[in-house]
């Protein structure tokens, strides 16, 4: 399983870096990040880190998955993985003009260690390129799950990251 995501997600990163980029908009970029976080009911200091990639099917709509790690501060070896595939919209799209390019995104998580859950996540923020084929993310991101008692766990993450065609 862990072996299947980690190549969907490198299929997704080589194929968003092979696209000669020359016209207006970004039909796709990958990305990385580092979140700090908290999860919740817990209140207990929290990091996640992963990466992904979106793919556009016009200016504002796409589709993205990532794959990532989250781990209390605590005790880092007690993390649990986390696969996501996405939706994600776009205000206003990355052009030779436009710099800043915010966005919203939303969609199914997968929970995984030595069994799995399932979840969704819901999040937003901004990319910004500096460079025609590098830019910084910023996003906040809340992964959620029911367990089976009934609970909800919420894993909110303020990212940092990485953005590249």
Same mark, same amino acid.
């Given at each position: 399983m862990k072996k299947t995501i980690l190549g969907v997600l490198v299929l997704m990163l080589i194929s968003s870096l092979a696209q000669a &980029?020359? +016209? &207006? #908009?970004?039909?796709?970029?990958?990305?990385?990040y580092f979140a700090p976080g908290i999860s919740a009911p #817990?209140? #207990? =200091? /929290?990091?996640?880190? @992963?990466? @992904? @990639?979106? =793919? $556009?099917f016009n200016r504002y709509l796409g589709a993205g998955a990532e794959v990532g790690y989250v781990a209390p501060y605590s005790s880092f070896s007690d993390g649990i993985g986390i696969f996501s595939p996405n939706v994600v /919209?776009?205000?206003?799209?990355?052009?030779?003009e436009?710099?800043?390019e915010p966005f919203v995104t939303g969609g199914?998580?997968? $929970?995984?260690r030595s069994g799995s859950a399932n979840g969704a996540n819901v999040g937003g923020g901004v990319n910004w390129w500096f460079k025609e084929r590098l830019g910084l993310r910023f #996003? !906040?991101? *809340?992964? $959620? /799950?029911?367990? *089976? *008692? @009934? *609970?909800? !766990?919420?894993? !909110? +993450?303020?990212? $940092?990251?990485?953005?590249?065609k």
């Open positions: &980029q020359t +016209g &207006q #908009e970004s039909k796709g970029h990958g990305y990385i #817990e209140s #207990e =200091g /929290a990091m996640h880190i @992963g990466g @992904g @990639g979106e =793919g $556009f /919209a776009r205000f206003r799209p990355k052009s030779k436009n710099k800043v199914y998580s997968l $929970f995984f #996003e !906040v991101r *809340d992964n $959620f /799950a029911v367990l *089976d *008692d @009934g *609970d909800t !766990v919420h894993l !909110v +993450g303020f990212r $940092f990251g990485l953005t590249f």
